[in-house]
């Protein structure tokens, strides 16, 4: 009975990895459609196990208290190994390999493989997710000088610069968006979401509310309502094209 429910948990476990095998390709596709639209001064990449967080809490989990020092440099050498192959190590005590792997000595690998024999189900840790990570980066050089920068190390308003263009790509559903010359960087306006608009506006009905006419001059607005207030309630001052208004 035991052999046949690990004979089915190998096939379940196989499925399971060629299901995100399958996740990380629709990623990809998603990701080359956008960039299509996108242009070329933001790049959107999958970087597949980009995403260790859930692997490292659990392999930091394992050496909490096997009493070794120097745990970050034991952690990196440890996170060399893919999850089932340490599982392996521990469902089968196999320090030798572990000492091989490690080279921090015999005596401290024991302590990290009983460490982790106590601490760490073996069947978990083979199957703990190592998931993809987004890469949103923008271009704050030139075209012929580009320089890509994350987006987690780019000020406020490069940030959402970087973010508004895939906001507008991903669907066809209608979009408003207000004020957001509030967090754009204007020096990044017109080569990335100026460009975006003209791209999608074809297959994308998009509602700006703005007091910057750079969007919807740029962007060649396709009917223009100027509001105006009496101190009490707005209303529309005029509507038509840009050059009506």
């Known amino acids: 009975e035991l052999a046949r429910l690990l004979d089915e948990r190998k096939d379940l476990k196989a499925e399971y990895l060629l299901a995100r095998e399958r996740v990380s390709e629709l990623r990809e596709a998603v990701v080359g459609r956008l960039q299509g639209e996108i242009g070329e001064k933001v790049r959107i990449r999958v970087l597949r196990g980009g995403d260790d967080l859930a692997y ?15 745990h970050e440099e034991i952690l ?10 340490l599982a392996q190590i521990v469902q089968e005590n196999d320090l030798a390999e572990l000492d091989q792997q490690l080279s921090v000595g015999s005596e401290r690998s024991r302590k990290i493989l009983d460490a982790f024999r106590e601490k760490v189900d073996p069947l978990a840790l083979e199957v703990v997710p190592i998931e993809d990570r987004i890469c949103i980066e923008l271009n704050v050089g030139t075209s012929s000088e580009p320089n890509f920068k994350d987006a987690a190390s780019l000020s406020r308003g490069q940030k959402c610069t970087a973010l508004l263009p895939l906001l507008i790509a991903r669907r066809d559903t209608p979009l408003v968006i207000d004020q957001p010359e509030d967090n754009l960087d204007n020096h990044f306006i017109y080569e990335t979401v100026v460009d975006t608009i003209r791209k999608v506006k074809p297959q994308r009905q998009m509602i700006f509310v703005t007091h910057n006419a750079n969007i919807p001059v740029l962007a060649e607005a396709d009917l223009v309502v100027v509001m105006d207030s009496d101190g009490n309630a707005g209303f529309v001052e005029r509507r038509g094209s840009l050059d009506e208004c």
């Open 76 to 85: 990196g050498k440890l996170k060399r190994l893919r999850p089932e192959q």
């Open 56 to 70: 490292t809490q659990m392999l930091t989990e394992g050496l909490r208290g096997a009493g070794v020092r120097n």
